[in-house]
């Protein structure tokens, strides 16, 4: 599944759109980490309706042709699937992977959300170990080689702060409900 189809897939979850109320939503919000266009955004729709994931229900009004998209059971069961699914750590997809399973998070359970970040906290440690132990080695390398091993140093070590934190926080405010 696409990061696109993932989001389409996630704003038909909670309710059924027409293609243009998809677009708006993406236009209009920078949290889906997404610009899409017409050109990308009904291709989509069409792949998922394809697939069994998506249905179609005539909404035309008058001239104006519309059809409202709604979520089938095969496309739920598919999207919670996806949602609930391994996240790969190392990559900039990984990344928007993960983002886009919290930002959708309401339709998952505060375990799973926990354990899903506790994964992806668990990869970018062994990420930081992996690169940090190259370190003794830095001073022989190329200056270009040695910038590259920084940044994903520092990268995955922001990574692993910002997993440490938002456990913290989940923590913090399921306490908060039970007291």
């Known amino acids: 599944m ?14 059924s759109l027409t293609g243009y109320e998809v677009l708006k939503v993406l236009a209009h919000s920078p949290a889906y980490g997404v ?10 729709l069409k792949r998922l309706q394809k697939a069994g994931f998506i249905e179609a229900k005539d909404a035309s009004q008058g001239n104006r042709a519309a059809n409202n998209y709604g979520l089938t059971t095969a496309g739920r069961a598919s999207f919670d699937a996806w949602l609930k699914g391994p996240i790969r750590f190392g990559d900039t997809a990984a990344t928007e992977d993960l983002l886009l399973r ?21 990869a ?8 940090e132990s190259l370190r003794p080695d830095w ?13 994903g140093l520092l990268a995955s070590q922001a990574q692993l702060d910002w997993a440490d934190r938002a456990l913290v926080e989940l923590k913090e405010r399921k306490a908060k409900t039970k007291g």
């Open 124 to 131: 970018a440690v062994s990420q930081v170990l992996e690169i």
């Open 139 to 151: 001073g022989n390398l190329p200056l270009n080689q040695r910038l590259c091993l920084e940044n």
């Open 35 to 44: 610009r899409s266009t017409a050109g990308s955004v009904y291709p989509a």
């Open 2 to 15: 696409t990061h696109l189809e993932a989001i389409i897939m996630g704003l038909l979850r909670s309710k």
């Open 102 to 122: 919290v930002l959708f998070s309401d339709h998952l359970s505060r375990r799973d959300l926990e354990e899903t970040i506790a994964a992806y906290r668990d």
